[in-house]
């Protein structure tokens, strides 16, 4: 005896999460040790991690499941002149972006 076909469909999520930034400002001057950042990830599933960094300095923890970061982190071992600043975000599909917004710190 056959049983009937069985229909398996699985989704496959291939989009990336999309970043916003709203602090800093592309080519802002930053003053001091603080860097205000501001940002919104979006992803059609579930945004599992985000990371900021400034080169090879990562500013704080990785951030879990957030959507909204809003938050003031303290520089001073980021060295003066152009810098980049890096927001790396991971869905629960693994899909990876990043932004980067370049500053200056005097």
Known sequence: ?????????????????KIRVD?????KTVVGNRLDVELRVHDDEQVAW?????GNLRLGPRLEAV???????????????ER????????????ETTVEVPFVKK
Do not use: C, F, H, M
């Not at 980049?84 to 899909?95: K, P, Q």
């Open 50 to 54: 985000v990371e900021i960094w400034v």
């Open 67 to 81: 959507r909204e970061v809003d938050r003031q982190y303290d520089i001073k071992r980021v060295g003066r002149g």
């Open 84 to 95: 980049v600043l890096r927001i790396v975000a991971a869905d629960t599909s693994g899909n």
């Open 1 to 17: 005896r056959t049983s009937d076909p069985v229909e398996v469909r699985i989704d496959l999520d291939e989009k990336p999460p």
């Open 23 to 27: 602090r800093p400002r592309k080519g």
